[in-house]
């Protein structure tokens, strides 16, 4: 059974840290890119950052680029998803996803062919 375990949401100030797990589990992990998204309230979901897992390539949303780091750790099948400097505008679901293949890193956009749950982040001022 494919999982894909979301943690390390929460409530923060604005200019706080967090890191995001996604734990996978069920699925060969170099054989797929990851991903991470969110949906904000009344918003559509956007991919925020892929990596491919078998080499690490990684991409970024531009709103995102120089605040959000995205990592792997082939050893324990988790990708992270280190965000500093939270603004409240980060509020939102976060999601991670699983896509086979060695393409969709670049593209981090659905579909996927896995999601997670999701976990809550809320910034405040």
């Known amino acids: 059974e494919v999982q894909l375990v979301e943690s390390g949401g929460g409530l923060v100030q604005a200019g706080g840290s967090l890191r995001l797990s996604c734990a996978a589990s069920?699925?060969?992990?170099?054989?797929?890119?990851i991903g991470w998204f969110r949906q904000a309230p009344g918003k559509e979901r956007e991919g925020v950052s892929c990596i491919r897992n078998s080499d690490g390539r990684t991409n970024y949303a531009d709103s995102v680029k120089g605040r959000f780091t995205i990592s792997n750790d082939k050893a324990k099948n988790t990708v992270y998803l280190q965000i500093n400097n939270l603004q409240p505008e980060d509020t939102a679901v976060y999601y991670c996803?699983?896509?086979?293949?060695?393409?969709?890193?670049?593209?981090?956009?659905?579909?996927?062919?896995?999601w997670g749950q999701g976990t809550q982040v809320t910034v405040s001022l």
């Open positions: 069920g699925f060969t992990f170099d054989d797929y890119a």
């Open positions: 996803a699983a896509d086979f293949g060695p393409n969709n890193w670049y593209s981090c956009s659905p579909p996927m062919d896995y």
